[in-house]
């Protein structure tokens, strides 16, 4: 279904936010092996009986579509990490929040690319409501954290062509920095 | 490219903007909205995004307003983006890609034509904007 681990990230932190979080931790932790996602939210949770349910494909909890009869976030991921001998963990507690990690080993032949991180944090950042997001994203031992309400008191308007573009730009520059000596 | 730090995309953002309050420019007239559901990301739409941000800044447009949404419920023809411009109606464009996403800024948003292969109708509500109920 996706084509990138950057992809899933995305796929994940939404279900955070439609399940009301207002903060949201990403941590992309990256090394010359393998990259490891976790998404931590402080949204409306699941009980230990839809926790169960969530890796079932064939369930919905029709929220969003009424008559949908497919929930295929979760069970793709974790098909996708099944196919690499990846890691994947679901920690939830109702009324209190939500921790989805996903671990892929990078030299695996059938691990998918990684994708464009920066434009994925931005996609992260540009939601019109209320939330907060931080995301920590190391690299071996260099990193860089991004912090939405930091970035809003800076450019004020995340809907804006102009900051969108400085946006990707100061994120483009983040990765980058990643890759020097 | 040298780590940009948040005092100097701070400053590029100010000498942006005063660039743009001498240009007159009002508030923002029109509204891009990118579908960033499960549907969307798998089809592709942080690309369809992302050329929206090149576009709008290669034309210096900044009177656009760019969000995101979650699903609209159009799934099989993701990547989907609604446009709403003063003049035309409210439109939801299906299957765009980095072309058709340069056609709806020259059409659509600049000389206020629709790009008629990619127009479909909507019938989801998206529960992002409620922050899920």
Do not use: W
């Given at each position: 279904?996706?084509?990138?681990?950057?992809?899933?990230?995305?796929?994940?932190?939404?279900?955070?936010?439609?399940?009301?979080?207002?903060?949201?931790?990403?941590?992309?932790?990256?090394?010359?092996?393998?990259?490891?996602?976790?998404?931590?939210?402080?949204?409306?949770?699941?009980?230990?009986?839809?926790?169960k349910?969530?890796?079932?494909?064939?369930?919905?909890?029709?929220?969003k579509?009424?008559?949908?009869?497919?929930?295929l976030?979760?069970?793709?991921?974790?098909?996708?990490?099944?196919?690499?001998?990846?890691?994947?963990?679901?920690?939830?507690?109702?009324?209190?929040?939500?921790?989805?990690?996903?671990?892929?080993?990078?030299?695996?032949?059938?691990?998918?690319?990684?994708?464009?991180?920066?434009?994925?944090?931005?996609?992260?950042?540009?939601?019109?409501?209320?939330?907060?997001?931080?995301?920590t994203?190391?690299?071996?031992?260099?990193?860089?954290?991004?912090?939405?309400?930091?970035?809003?008191?800076?450019?004020?308007?995340?809907?804006?062509?102009?900051?969108?573009?400085?946006?990707?730009?100061?994120?483009?520059?983040?990765?980058?920095?990643?890759?020097?000596? | 490219m040298?780590?940009?730090?948040?005092?100097?995309?701070?400053?590029?953002?100010?000498?942006?903007?005063?660039?743009?309050?001498?240009?007159?420019?009002?508030s923002?007239?029109?509204?891009?909205?990118?579908?960033?559901?499960?549907?969307?990301?798998?089809?592709?739409?942080?690309t369809?995004?992302?050329?929206?941000?090149?576009?709008?800044?290669?034309?210096?447009?900044?009177?656009?307003?760019?969000?995101?949404?979650?699903?609209?419920?159009?799934?099989?023809?993701e990547?989907?983006?609604?446009?709403?411009?003063?003049?035309?109606?409210?439109?939801?464009?299906?299957?765009?890609?980095?072309?058709?996403?340069?056609r709806?800024?020259?059409?659509?948003?600049?000389?206020?034509?629709?790009?008629?292969?990619?127009?479909?109708?909507?019938?989801s509500?998206?529960?992002?904007?409620?922050?899920?109920k």
């Amino acid at each position: 279904m996706h084509l990138s681990l950057c992809d899933f990230l995305s796929d994940i932190t939404q279900n955070s936010l439609e399940a009301g979080a207002s903060l949201v931790k990403v941590k992309i932790r990256q090394t010359l092996e393998d990259i490891e996602f976790c998404v931590e939210d402080n949204g409306k949770g699941m009980r230990e009986e839809l926790l169960k349910k969530v890796t079932d494909p064939f369930y919905s909890d029709k929220e969003k579509h009424i008559k949908r009869r497919v929930g295929l976030g979760i069970p793709f991921l974790i098909q996708a990490t099944e196919v690499v001998d990846g890691q994947f963990s679901l920690q939830s507690k109702e009324g209190e929040g939500t921790t989805v990690t996903f671990k892929f080993p990078l030299n695996h032949i059938d691990c998918p690319p990684i994708g464009d991180i920066a434009l994925t944090i931005l996609s992260l950042l540009i939601y019109s409501m209320q939330y907060e997001v931080e995301v920590t994203r190391t690299y071996q031992n260099k990193g860089y954290v991004v912090v939405r309400s930091q970035l809003e008191e800076v450019l004020e308007d995340f809907s804006s062509p102009a900051n969108l573009f400085l946006l990707k730009q100061y994120l483009r520059s983040q990765e980058a920095a990643l890759d020097d000596n | 490219m040298a780590k940009m730090t948040l005092q100097e995309l701070r400053k590029l953002r100010d000498s942006k903007k005063s660039e743009l309050d001498r240009r007159d420019i009002g508030s923002k007239d029109s509204q891009i909205i990118v579908g960033m559901g499960t549907c969307g990301i798998a089809a592709g739409a942080k690309t369809v995004l992302d050329a929206f941000i090149e576009e709008l800044n290669a034309r210096q447009i900044s009177n656009v307003a760019v969000t995101q949404s979650g699903c609209m419920g159009l799934c099989y023809v993701e990547p989907t983006v609604e446009v709403i411009s003063p003049g035309m109606p409210p439109v939801i464009y299906g299957k765009v890609d980095t072309e058709v996403a340069k056609r709806i800024i020259r059409d659509h948003i600049l000389e206020k034509k629709m790009v008629s292969e990619h127009v479909f109708d909507r019938p989801s509500v998206d529960i992002i904007k409620d922050g899920g109920k």
